[in-house]
């Protein structure tokens, strides 16, 4: 950070404690909760099916019906596993437990294949999962509403990765901005191959499978880009930090610009690593310091 005007005067350490002051403390919107486009394609993928096994609903026969059912229309049975809120692909790795004392286990992943003949181990999982109890009890009205609500719940789950995303595409849009009215190109989730392939730049790599969040081309020298926000502390920022400081290196003694784009009251935590990360690499940048016009500097 030394050699950016922007901060000519100041020295590491208040640029540093700056850098903490002005941690944002979110950036994530109303529709940061659910995705709802997500959510309907999940269900209209299972649509049809979820209204045929409407028809158990408050069935005197459950057991009988539902494998008459499932014989009738074979591609219901790709619909069960999100009635338990699992994924059918997920089954591969989640081999059930027959005897909790032997533990021995059986394996479900081809259980709901359309093209599948296991009768008695569908009515097992049936049973024992409590969907027959579900069904005959009429707890669920329609199966579509039902598993909307069973999507919305698993969508959570993606609220981790959503507070990445909405960081990029924040970086994203200043990046654009500046590359299009100066007349640069950038890529996003580029690998070094594809550098290498585009620019004919070549970049050196700790991992084998790294990709750079964003990568700026401004005709003289090549910009990388790593972008994170962390809204919680945790162990995993000391990692990060370590990671980036040995990458910093890296990309210095190639003679390559390496911009680490983080944010996030979770910092404020795990200052000391942030900080043993900030005055080795070259540029550690937060929002509001891109906002101030860092970013163009540097680029």
Not at 50 to 65: A, R, T
Not at 213 to 240: H, P, Q, S, W
């Amino acid at each position: 950070m030394k050699d950016l005007k922007f901060y000519k005067g100041a020295t590491e350490k208040e640029v540093f404690n700056y850098f903490l002051k002005t941690l944002q403390r979110s950036i994530t919107g109303w529709d940061y909760f659910v995705d709802w486009e997500k959510v309907k394609k999940n269900v209209a993928e299972v649509h049809t099916e979820l209204n045929i096994l409407n028809s158990l609903i408050g069935s005197i026969d459950v057991e009988q019906d539902f494998i008459d059912l499932c014989k009738k229309y074979p591609e219901v049975k790709s619909a069960l596993p999100i009635l338990v809120a699992v994924r059918k692909s997920k089954l591969r790795d989640l081999p059930i437990m027959e005897n909790a004392k032997t533990f021995s286990v059986v394996e479900v992943e081809n259980l709901f294949d359309k093209k599948g003949n296991n009768y008695d181990g569908l009515l097992q999982f049936f049973n024992d999962s409590g969907l027959k109890d579900m069904f005959q009890d009429r707890n669920v009205k329609n199966l579509v509403d039902y598993v909307t609500g069973v999507e919305v719940g698993m969508d959570t789950n993606g609220r981790k990765n959503r507070t990445g995303m909405i960081m990029e595409k924040i970086v994203e849009e200043k990046i654009k901005e500046i590359v299009q009215r100066k007349g640069f190109e950038y890529g996003k989730q580029m690998t070094v191959e594809e550098i290498k392939h585009r620019w004919n730049v070549v970049v050196p790599t700790d991992k084998s499978k790294r990709r750079f969040d964003f990568v700026v081309f401004n005709g003289k020298e090549t910009i990388l880009f790593e972008v994170n926000f962390y809204r919680g502390g945790g162990t995993k920022l000391k990692a990060t930090a370590g990671e980036y400081i040995e990458l910093g290196k890296l990309m210095k003694n190639a003679n390559i610009k390496f911009v680490w784009l983080t944010d996030g009251l979770g910092w404020r935590s795990s200052h000391l690593s942030l900080e043993s990360a900030f005055l080795k690499n070259e540029y550690i940048l937060n929002l509001h310091m891109i906002n101030e016009g860092v970013l163009e500097e540097i680029l």
